[in-house]
């Protein structure tokens, strides 16, 4: 008797074995829930910052745009007109008052353009005093601050008054130099977030009485129609995208 319960009261091998195998597989299945989860919350925290990131440029834009002014900050070389914006394919060039929290007041230039090439590319603005119609040249200028790193694809496009049907189509130029389009368009992607929501700023100061300014520009052939960063003055650009179909791609950019 005592024999047989001796017997019974122990595990045998494949018992044992058994048991090892289920808390393997349950240790596994845990450690695989956690990662998942773990990975879960951490694209979570990546989109949310996007997203974040993607509201604060925006925002930015939009105050920026919506608080250009008719104020004249260089003169065209060719016939003396007053420059007052300039919209291009992958910049814009107007005049605004900064806001205190960046450290100065007053009206600056705005001069919103793509820098950089191939993964370094992004897109970035740059201010610059204006000054009785003249741009001022700093002596320690400020470098430009980066809005979008890693930007793959970009589409600006203005709209202004037709004498007849009212509003114009989307245009990927502004040629109107002395005055200023009702409406911006700029879609935006990256390498991190995609295509961007697409952005569509109106600005109220368009049908104001443009602010006549005096003096000769220091911009030099920067501030000529047509011209982009890295382009320069009477050289075609051949990357400039004549039309509505795409955002401009910069993923083949090379340093």
């Known amino acids: 008797m005592s024999r047989g319960r001796a017997r019974a009261a122990g595990f045998t091998l494949i018992e044992v074995l058994l048991a090892t195998a289920?808390?393997?597989s349950g240790l596994a299945l845990g450690f695989a829930t956690l990662r998942a989860a773990t990975a879960t919350a951490e694209r979570g925290e990546a989109m949310a910052t996007r997203t974040e990131r993607m509201r604060a440029v925006e925002g930015f834009l939009r105050r920026r745009l919506a608080a250009a002014q008719a104020i004249s900050f260089a003169r065209n070389e060719d016939d003396g007109s007053a420059l007052r914006f300039i919209g291009e394919a992958d910049r814009i060039r107007f005049v605004a008052d900064l806001p205190s929290y960046l450290g100065r007041g007053g009206p600056h230039l705005h001069d919103i353009a793509v820098y950089g090439q191939g993964d370094g590319t992004a897109l970035a603005?740059?201010?610059?005093?204006?000054?009785?119609?003249?741009?001022?040249?700093?002596d320690q200028p400020r470098a430009p601050e980066s809005l979008v790193e890693g930007l793959t694809g970009l589409r600006i496009l203005y709209r202004g008054l037709d004498g007849e049907s009212g509003l114009t189509d989307w245009l990927d130029s502004w040629e109107s130099h002395e005055t200023?389009?009702?409406q911006v368009s700029i879609e935006i992607e990256s390498d991190d977030g995609g295509a961007w929501p697409p952005l569509v700023v109106a600005l109220p100061q368009a049908g104001t009485?443009?602010?006549?300014?005096?003096g000769r520009s220091r911009l030099?052939?920067?501030?000529r129609?047509?011209?982009?960063?890295?382009?320069?003055?009477?050289?075609?650009?051949?990357?400039?995208?004549?039309?509505?179909?795409?955002?401009?791609?910069?993923?083949?950019?090379?340093?």
């Open 125 to 138: 603005v740059s201010f610059s005093m204006v000054l009785a119609g003249e741009t001022i040249e700093e």
């Open 22 to 24: 289920l808390l393997a």
């Open 209 to 214: 009485t443009p602010q006549l300014g005096s």
């Open 220 to 223: 030099g052939p920067a501030v």
């Open 225 to 255: 129609p047509g011209n982009r960063p890295g382009v320069r003055p009477g050289q075609r650009d051949g990357n400039r995208d004549g039309g509505r179909s795409r955002t401009r791609d910069f993923r083949g950019r090379r340093p």
């Open 180 to 182: 200023l389009p009702l």
